[in-house]
């Protein structure tokens, strides 16, 4: 009797294991899978100067570029240089953008609602706005893994990369078309590092259209 007992108690366990495993399999495939997040679009300083090359898609180096912005204004200053000295300022003030050729003092105001008509610098918050924004993973640039954003637009589409280590700047871009990539070697947010006078709008500039406006390009010098 005992053996009979010890052998039905034997038995017994062994069902409550299997019961237990089959129960514990089915909790296991039940579970919901991790989710990767993406990181959260980042803001930009209310104030910031950049250094840059500016690069192709492959990588070619066509220029240079010195980056100025401060939303308290709000203004943006681009001065593009090329390889062989060529020098030209894009000032974007409020809602008007001007190509200024300091070289010459000569200067027109760009009112072609396609490239930069009415249009004001990008507000700090702009890849966090709407849902047009896209996460693009990290990526190497200048030695530094940093993670890249799109912004999607009716006219056209940014990039915006920051280190992942830190978070500081990598890289602006237009992703448009033929892409054009920022790739800072420089960058600061410190009042005390952006130029004076950088947003101040030259005397020879016209601060209303002229029959130049529209054929004012920003673009290529």
């Given at each position: 009797t005992s053996d009979r007992l010890r052998q039905f108690s034997t038995m017994q366990l062994r069902k409550s294991?299997?019961?237990?495993?089959?129960?514990?399999t089915l909790l296991v495939a039940a579970a919901p899978a991790a989710v990767a997040t993406s990181?959260?679009?980042?803001?930009?300083?209310?104030?910031?100067?950049?250094?840059?090359?500016?690069?192709?898609?492959?990588?070619?180096?066509?220029?240079?570029?010195?980056?100025?912005?401060?939303?308290?204004i709000p203004a943006v200053a681009q001065v593009l240089a090329s390889p062989i000295g060529q020098q030209y300022t894009i000032l974007n003030?409020?809602?008007?953008?001007?190509?200024?050729?300091?070289?010459?003092?000569?200067?027109c105001l760009c009112t072609?609602?396609?490239?930069?008509g009415d249009s004001t610098p990008p507000l700090p918050n702009w890849l966090q706005l709407g849902n047009s924004t896209k996460f693009l993973g990290a990526t190497t640039i200048n030695g530094r893994s940093c993670n890249g954003w799109a912004k999607y637009t009716d006219v056209a589409?940014?990039?915006?990369?920051?280190?992942?280590?830190?978070?500081?700047?990598?890289?602006?871009?237009?992703?448009?078309?033929?892409?054009?990539?920022?790739?800072?070697?420089?960058?600061?947010?410190?009042?005390?590092?952006?130029?004076?006078?950088?947003?101040?709008?030259?005397?020879?500039?016209?601060?209303?259209?002229?029959?130049?406006s529209p054929s004012c390009s920003i673009s290529g010098f």
């Open positions: 294991t299997l019961v237990f495993l089959c129960v514990a990181p959260p679009a980042p803001r930009w300083a209310n104030q910031f100067a950049f250094v840059s090359s500016v690069q192709d898609g492959n990588g070619n180096v066509y220029g240079s570029s010195q980056f100025y912005y401060d939303w308290s003030v409020g809602n008007q953008t001007w190509r200024v050729n300091v070289g010459n003092s000569t200067c072609n609602p396609y490239s930069c589409v940014f990039g915006w990369w920051t280190a992942v280590s830190g978070g500081e700047p990598c890289q602006l871009s237009w992703l448009l078309g033929e892409t054009r990539n920022m790739v800072m070697s420089y960058y600061s947010d410190q009042p005390t590092d952006m130029p004076a006078g950088v947003f101040d709008i030259p005397a020879y500039c016209p601060r209303v259209p002229t029959p130049a």
